[in-house]
């Protein structure tokens, strides 16, 4: 059974900190996604990485697929009020997989 | 452009109860379809997942149901809710054909059984 690990689950921090999340998996995925999700809506795409060790930029948010494409990071500079939310990893083969989320707060 | 509409968007059911949630898509053609449930700290777990009419995949053993009467109609059902059927309900779509197409999601449906 394919699973993807995220972490933290949750962080809390003030703004304009920078932050790192996890998605980890024993599995190889062909490429993997991030989302997310405000209360009482459906996730939204950020970003889809494909090839091993890609980075990609979207703003103050950088992306990163492992080497191995088994792992993932989200790496957020300069936090503010408005990342707030649960970011959740996709991991896509023949199925979609996705980690538990983390929930983060960014307090003003 | 493309657009999802998931219905209703609360629902509060007795346990026993029939149960039908309806999502829609508009503005694409042959997509592939998707129910979701989101418990809290459970992440998103797939339900069933179609690729045509009447074509269903069921990824979990459950009470529900899930039918594809037309090509942008997917519907979840049951006939007797649990308590355990409580969640947040996510209708989704993607683009047939490439592996890397992201998931189009509904705003979903927080359904209570009491």
């Known amino acids: 059974t394919q699973l993807l690990e995220q972490s933290p689950q949750f962080l809390s921090i003030q703004e304009g900190e920078n932050l790192t999340v996890y998605c980890n998996s024993s599995s190889v995925f062909s490429s993997l996604q991030w989302y997310r999700q405000e209360p009482g809506e459906g996730p939204v795409l950020l970003v889809t990485v494909v090839t091993g060790g890609e980075v990609k930029k979207l703003k103050r948010l950088t992306f990163q697929f492992g080497d191995a494409r088994k792992d993932s990071s989200l790496h957020i500079t300069a936090a503010q009020p408005g990342d707030t939310g649960l970011y959740l990893c996709a991991g896509r083969d023949d199925k979609i997989i996705f980690g538990k989320g983390t929930r983060l707060h960014i307090l003003p | 452009s493309q657009t999802i509409h998931q219905w209703p968007a609360t629902l509060v059911q007795p346990v026993g109860s029939p149960l039908s949630l309806e999502c829609t898509v508009e503005g694409t053609s042959n997509p592939n379809l998707y129910w979701y449930r989101q418990a809290a700290g459970r992440g998103l777990q797939l339900l069933f997942y179609?690729?045509?009419?009447?074509?269903i995949s069921s990824e979990v053993p459950q009470n529900l149901s899930a039918s594809r009467p037309q090509d942008r109609q997917f519907i979840l059902s049951s006939k007797k809710l649990l308590l355990s059927d409580s969640g947040f309900y996510l209708c989704?779509?993607?683009?047939?054909?490439?592996?890397?197409?992201?998931?189009?999601f509904g705003n979903g449906t927080r359904l209570t059984v009491t």
């Open positions: 989704a779509w993607s683009s047939t054909g490439t592996g890397v197409s992201p998931l189009h």
């Open positions: 179609s690729v045509g009419i009447g074509q």
